[in-house]
């Protein structure tokens, strides 16, 4: 069983559509949860974190932990065409050198 | 512009043929790390740095070797490569994590084949 388990899609979704990305993850130690974005030829880049469970939103996007069923999630609403790409979820130790990655979903919004 | 540069961008090589694969921080972070990107499994920790001097293994260290003389950088070693190390590898640094938490910097990826 990999620690972070994310299903791949890839998911399409029109334009305005809200958008859910989940992964669990088996590993009660971790503490820090993070969502990266990559666009096409491109590395990944951090888009949020949360530090244990809760909620935690920044503008369109929603970060959302529940620690008791080792749950997290990504909202996005009213998607653009421009959040087109490969979402990985990540969850990290305290100290930070130990980063598990789940394999990320591609999402395609459509204008 | 705070970022990670890692060279080559893509690389050809063959079996058993040494590379190296360069990469360096301009932000002063004391971590750097390794991963290797495959289909379906996703972002995998090749080898870590806490600092100058100080690496780890990560998940899948077997064919490479890392070093850490310098804080910005922490060059990739394959001694001897396989077509099993064809993959698309990251390095990216971070710092530990006090107030503002930053995650890593990712660089912008070396997509290596090798024949």
Known sequence: QKEVEQDPGPLSVPEGAIVSLNCTYSNSAFQYFMWYRQYSRKGPELLMYTYSSGNKEDGRFTAQVDKSSKYISLFIRDSQPSDSATYLCAIENTGGFKTIFGAGTRLFVKA | ?115
């Open chain 2, 1 to 115: 512009e705070a970022q990670v540069t890692q060279n080559p961008r893509y690389l050809i090589t063959v079996t058993g043929k040494k590379l190296t694969v360069t990469c360096s921080q301009n932000m002063n972070h004391e971590y750097m790390s390794w991963y290797r990107q495959d289909p379906g499994l996703g972002l995998r920790q090749i080898y870590y740095s806490m600092n100058v001097e100080v690496t780890d293994k990560g998940d899948v260290p077997e064919g490479y070797k890392v070093s850490r003389k310098e804080k910005r950088n922490f060059p990739l070693i394959l001694e001897s490569p396989s077509p099993n190390q064809t993959s698309l590898y990251f390095c990216a640094s971070s710092s530990p994590y006090g107030e503002g938490i930053s995650g890593y910097t990712f660089g912008s990826g070396t997509r290596l084949t090798v024949v």
